[in-house]
């Protein structure tokens, strides 16, 4: 795992924009395509908004989500309007290619359409993934058990509301070739600091073969290293 610590959570979200575009840059020259699981919640959103001011050519980007909320599709709170305020819905990537977790189907019924969403996708070429306080990650919660073999897998009980969700399983979510964490915030000190003492969590269940990189912030990191120039 690669970490950079940096200044700030601008400073997080502009790295990060610049690793995605490279990354599509790479994938659209050797594939023609630039498969993308985009993370939830609150970081990464400064991240899409700065990738809605560059240029790139929109028309190969093919996205996925990370996880959802079960809640209606126009809900303020779900991740595909924090994704559509702030990427999808100033920057020209055709409708067919971008692929929201049906989550207000219910939790069983939208993660067993997600697999047939996902099939063909795999691997995919970045996903990029949050972190919460208590270390879950997308919405894989620490204590919570999921069948193996599943790619997606439907959430109940979730700490973090709404209690119902679908998340893209831990294979699932290892199945890149580039795997990026955002955290930023002190209140995420100790998850960070129990993932880097070695101790199992939702996060090091994540393993890909390619590339893995936490991009943090100096409140994030706490006393570790100074931010890197
Ligand atoms: C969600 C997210 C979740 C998020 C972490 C961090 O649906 O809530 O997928 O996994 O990434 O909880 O959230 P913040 O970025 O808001 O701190």
């Not at 690669?2 to 990060?16: C, F, G, H, Y």
Request: aromatic letters at 4%; glycine letters at 8%; charged letters at 20%.
């Amino acid at each position: 795992m690669e970490q950079e610590i940096l200044d700030s959570p601008d400073s997080v979200a502009e790295r990060a924009c610049q690793l995605i575009l490279s990354a599509a840059a790479n994938a659209i020259a050797r594939r023609g395509l630039f498969r993308l699981v985009l993370a939830g919640g609150t970081t990464p959103a400064a991240c899409y908004r700065r990738l809605a001011d560059a240029a790139a050519t929109w028309q190969h980007w093919h996205l996925f989500f990370g996880d959802e909320r079960c809640l209606d599709p126009d809900d303020p709170d779900r991740n595909s309007t924090m994704v559509a305020t702030a990427l999808t819905g100033r920057v020209a990537i055709p409708g067919r290619q971008i692929h929201p977790i049906p989550a207000e189907r219910g939790a069983e019924i939208a993660a067993r359409d997600y697999e047939q969403t996902l099939a063909g996708a795999l691997p995919f070429d970045l996903v990029l993934l949050g972190l919460g306080e208590d270390g879950h990650t997308a919405s894989l919660f620490p204590g919570h058990v999921h069948p193996p073999g599943r790619l997606v897998v439907p959430v109940h009980d979730a700490p973090k509301p709404p209690p119902d969700r679908v998340s893209l399983s831990a294979a699932a979510l290892g199945e890149c070739r580039e795997l990026i964490f955002l955290v930023t915030g002190a209140g995420k000190q100790a998850a960070v600091r129990q993932w880097q003492s070695g101790q199992a969590c939702i996060a090091s269940g994540i393993q890909t073969s390619g590339t893995s990189r936490l991009l943090m912030d100096s409140a994030a990191a706490g006393s570790q290293a100074t931010p890197a120039d």
